[in-house]
Structure formats: structure tokens, C-alpha cells
């Protein structure tokens, strides 16, 4: 609980026309928790796999000390990290919505061109 200084305000305008205007989200100690910066209690250090940068309790040449749990920074990570998702998922939710809609482009000299295909 308490109040925190720490959040982040994501706030979205797009060149087409959303009915309900530029969409804004903030996230902070109000709807998101501390991550946890350690390993969970009974997981075991082991060696990360090369170019795994998560914490994993463990480098080249031993255990490392457990990191402080909770505070400020630990708050930062877990906002940041909800700010990307739901950033993720508004802008995926749009670009299907746009390609279903197969709408057009209108490009800057007003000519109108169809959206190009992405073939996957």
C-alpha cells in the first residue's frame, strides 16, 4: 500500500479517427505491484542459457546475492512492463481491426492508396 511518485502515462493519438480520441492509460502503484527482482522461494540458482539477461541467482563464478525485494525501482520494473503489454495489445488490437476493415490510406497529397499487403 502507500503512495508512490513512480508511474507512467502512455497516451496514444493516431492519424485515424478513434470515436473516443487519443487513448491514454497510466499505470502506477494503483494498479500495478512491485515485480519480484529475485527468484521465487525454493527455485534454485542455476547458470542462465547465453543471452538470457533475467535474473537467475547465479554467474560465471558462483551465486549472486539475493537482490532487495520490493521499493521504488522494483515498482518501476513491473509498470514498465505493464505499460509495454497493454501498449502491445492496443496497438495489435488496432492493426487487425484496420485490416479486417481493409480500409485506405489517404497519403499526404490526398491521393488515396490501399494498405499494403504483409504476407507472413
Sequence with gaps: ??????????????????????????????NCAPARLGLPDGVKAIKPKGGDYSYSGMHDHGTLPKPKEGGEIALLINIAKEAQKNSDALLTRIIKEEKSAGRERISKDGSHKKKAKVDK
Excluded: C, H, M
Aim: charged share 15%; aromatic share 10%.
Design 1 to 30: 500500500g502507500g503512495s508512490s511518485a513512480v508511474s507512467i502515462n502512455a497516451k496514444f493519438s493516431f492519424p485515424q479517427e478513434i470515436e473516443s480520441g487519443p487513448v491514454e492509460q497510466t499505470f502506477d502503484v494503483s
